[in-house]
């Protein structure tokens, strides 16, 4: 099992920039791609973007694409989501997850492991 740990959500206003981290422990050498997954109280979880750990491919949301980055530090075992230009509507739950599936996967289910969560809030 892999533990996952989301930090530095918060309020940022429209147009602004914020970078989420995860901190990954635990069995990493089977996480092969991790995720990023968000979620509004009113809405089902959202796809954002994943990176293949090995290698660092990425794919993205086209909600997001050319405004968010997925990056990973492999000396840290962390993840990063650096996210600039934010909309009201990128407000939300933000998720890390991992897999051990070597295919970027946009299904929420695929993914085995998953953290607590950290609130980002982009104000108009």
């Known amino acids: 099992q892999v533990q996952l740990a989301e930090s530095g959500g918060g309020l940022v206003q429209a147009g602004g920039s914020l970078r989420l981290s995860c901190a990954v422990s635990?069995?990493?050498?089977?996480?092969?791609?991790m995720g990023w997954f968000r979620q509004d109280p009113a809405k089902e979880r959202e796809f954002v973007g994943a990176?293949?750990?090995?290698?660092?491919?990425?794919y993205y949301a086209d909600s997001v694409k050319g405004r968010f980055t997925i990056s990973r530090d492999n000396a840290k075992n962390t993840l990063y989501l650096q996210m600039n230009s934010l909309k009201p509507e990128d407000t939300a739950v933000y998720y890390c997850a991992a897999t051990a599936r070597v295919s970027m996967s946009t299904v929420q289910f695929q993914y085995d492991d998953w953290g607590q969560g950290t609130q980002v809030t982009v104000s108009s």
């Open positions: 635990g069995r990493t050498f089977s996480r092969n791609t």
């Open positions: 990176i293949r750990w090995i290698g660092g491919s990425t």
